[in-house]
Nanobody, 118 residues
Framework: QVQLVESGGGLVQAGGSLRLSCAAS????????IGWFRQAPGKEREFVAS????????SYADSVKGRFAISRDLAKSTVYLQMNSLKPEDTAIYYC???????????WGQGTQVTVSS
């Protein structure tokens, strides 16, 4: 069983930066994918970015391309989401989740709040 814990959220002004962390414990596999999602008040949860544990494949939502960067540290079993040029519309609770090959995203973390003020 994999447990994921997010951290790094906070309050930042528009144009600022934050780095979120998703620390994994338990059994992980090199073919897994870790994804970041977010959910703003009154909206559905949406995909933000993902990365395979190998680091060879990354994917981004169009809304964050060029501003966010996902990376992973195998030694620390941690996936990072570097968020630059933040906008008020990036305000949301950010979650990470794990997906085994061919399966859905699961093992959701508790989330971390990101608030971007204008």
């Amino acid at each position: 069983q994999v447990q994921l814990v997010e951290s790094g959220g906070g309050l930042v002004q528009a144009g600022g930066s934050l780095r979120l962390s998703c620390a994994a414990s338990g059994r992980t596999f090199s073919r897994d994918t870790i994804g970041w999602f977010r959910q703003a008040p009154g909206k559905e949860r949406e995909f933000v970015a993902s990365i395979t544990w190998t680091g060879l494949i990354t994917s981004y939502a169009d809304s964050v391309k060029g501003r966010f960067a996902i990376s992973r540290d195998l030694a620390k079993s941690t996936v990072y989401l570097q968020m630059n040029s933040l906008k008020p519309e990036d305000t949301a609770i950010y979650y990470c989740a794990r997906r085994a090959p061919g399966g859905p995203f699961a093992s959701w973390g508790q989330g971390t709040q990101v608030t971007v003020s204008s």
